[in-house]
């Protein structure tokens, strides 16, 4: 009813997939991270629903394990009133080895609007968004992308922080194996931090050298820290000797009360999840006031609202 | 709701002023005294604005009752993109702007705020977002134009001016808040 005095909103969202955030814009994070502050709004309401995704209808595709990002999904789905079901790989016919194109195939047969897609390979997302019809979401692709992640990072940084540009954040642990890292990377440079990646030299890659600082030591990286972004140690994806034991890892790479005192008095500390307490956070540090790890999750939520209201605009295809 | 697309503004297009800044102010102002006769308690009033431009309307019209009262009245925004029924038929999602209604709506008597009063439909996404905050005990409707073609059962309390108009038409509510300048515009089409 309002006639725009604008004539054309200067950014619309017009990607049918979020497949990753190296393909995105600055423009294109800023715009999920300000609707993102909207649904946000949502979750404290009484009624935390709305009527926006009445009658579409999302398929989440887990064929990896998964506690937070699947049920966080289910929330956002829920939320916006979309019809959502999930299915993952064990229980399903991929334990009697259908191959994934099959089973999106067969998923899609039954004609949903979005699916959002957890795989052990890198490029899976991208595979499916080559091969199907519906809108593909990645919620995690082997050690490539996890988009949503470094989203709901972004948006907690905002929360706490006001800003991303400008900040100094050290990524620190597995960067090797990380799509959370990966898809974080992108995603601070694009949006104007200056980034400082800390890992043992064999689970340090040096192909991020031109979008950040590379070190092997993690004091180094956490001074003058604004930010610092723990990673997990993904033991379930090391097939040969990265590290010698979890305990040197800790002594070496792990974030301790101690180290953490040698940042700045308002440094804050995430993690994507699942922690390993005692190996590359300390208990201490995940629960003390420095730690957003449980925004993160809350705000998560919110990022994958956004993304779905998103990436459902225009009309039915 | 009914977007109308951007017109094309020809030099030779007819605009008549619907309101000058003057008379805009006095029908702020008019609108503000009926709802304190209706509401003889100004405290358990509270005023939502609908994004965009009823939310400052929503603030001038608590501010006019504050002159008036001196009590201050609760004042709320209330984004409806959410709650449209055009949703999977427009194009582009639209950008989302902030809905902040901070205090209790319960037992309360909530005027709803919006510039235009045209097809209703508006009113009606913002009647179902309301309901979702709480339960007032009374739901009135405020509009600074109403410019008839509804299509929903749906009329407002306070008004304003009426206006005659074809479906075609455009109403340009500028406000100096988001426009820079005070004035309602009729642009034929």
């Known amino acids: 009813m309002t006639q725009p005095v604008t004539p054309i909103e ?16 600055a423009d294109e994070i800023t715009l999920i991270l300000d609707t993102a502050v909207q ?30 990002t699947r049920a966080s999904f289910e929330m956002a789905e829920r939320i916006l009133s979309a019809d959502s079901l999930s299915v993952q790989a064990a229980g399903s016919s991929v334990s009697k080895g259908e191959s994934l194109l099959d089973t999106v195939r067969n998923l899609e047969a039954m004609t949903p609007d979005v699916i959002v897609v957890r795989h052990s390979s890198a490029g899976a997302a991208n595979f499916l968004a080559r091969n ?9 692709d082997g050690a490539h992308e996890h988009p949503t992640q470094a989203l709901l990072d972004a948006f907690t940084l905002r929360q706490a922080k006001g800003r991303i540009a400008g900040l100094k954040i050290a990524i620190v642990g597995d960067v090797l194996h990380s799509r959370v890292a990966r898809s974080n990377i992108h995603l601070l440079s694009k949006m ?20 950040a600082n590379l070190t092997w030591r993690l004091d180094e990286a956490i001074e003058g820290a604004d930010v610092i972004m723990m990673l997990r140690l993904q033991q379930e994806r090391m097939n040969s000797a990265f590290i010698s034991t979890a305990r040197e ?26 922690m390993n307490r005692g190996v590359e956070i300390s208990s201490e540090v995940a629960d003390s006031k420095s730690s957003l790890i449980l925004d993160q999750v809350t705000n998560g939520v919110a990022v994958r609202m956004a993304v779905l209201y998103l990436l459902l605009g225009g009309g039915r295809e | 709701m009914t977007k109308t697309a951007t017109p094309k503004r020809s030099k030779a297009a007819k605009d008549t002023l619907v309101l000058s800044a003057t008379q805009l102010t006095t029908a702020i102002k008019t609108m503000a005294a009926k709802m304190m006769a209706d509401q003889k308690d100004v405290a358990s009033l509270a005023i939502v604005g609908i994004q965009s431009r009823g939310v400052p309307l929503a603030a001038r019209l608590a501010a006019a009752i504050k002159a008036k009262t001196g009590k201050k009245v609760d004042v709320g925004s209330l984004d409806i993109t959410l709650y449209r029924d ?49 339960r007032p005990s009374r739901i009135a409707l405020a509009v600074l134009i109403d410019r008839g073609h509804r299509e929903l059962p749906i009329q407002a309390d306070y008004v304003g001016k009426v206006i005659k108009t074809t479906r075609s038409d455009m109403v340009d509510v500028r406000l100096a808040e988001i426009d820079g300048k005070d004035e309602v515009v009729l642009i034929k089409r």
């Open chain 1, 39 to 68: 649904m946000r709004e949502i979750m404290d309401r009484p009624i935390k629903k709305v009527p926006t995704l009445r009658g579409r209808t999302v398929v989440n595709l887990f064929m990896e394990a998964s506690t937070r």
């Open chain 1, 249 to 274: 890892y800790h002594a070496h790479y792990g974030l301790t009360m101690d180290r953490l005192k040698k940042a700045k008095k308002d440094t804050v500390v995430l993690h994507p999840g699942p």
């Open chain 1, 132 to 140: 199907c019809n519906s809108r593909i979401v990645n919620a995690g």
């Open chain 1, 10 to 25: 200067p950014i619309v969202w017009r990607r049918k997939h979020l497949l990753g955030i190296e393909p995105l814009s």
């Open chain 2, 86 to 134: 055009d949703l999977s038929t427009i194009g582009t999602r639209p950008v989302l702007k902030s809905t902040n209604i901070s205090f209790s709506i319960d037992g309360r008597a909530v005027v709803l705020v919006d510039d235009v009063l045209f097809t209703g439909r508006t009113i009606r996404a913002a009647l179902d977002e309301l309901v979702d905050f709480g």
């Open chain 1, 192 to 211: 104007g931090a200056e980034v400082t990646l800390c890992a043992p030299p064999t689970l340090l890659p040096q192909e991020f050298s031109s979008l």
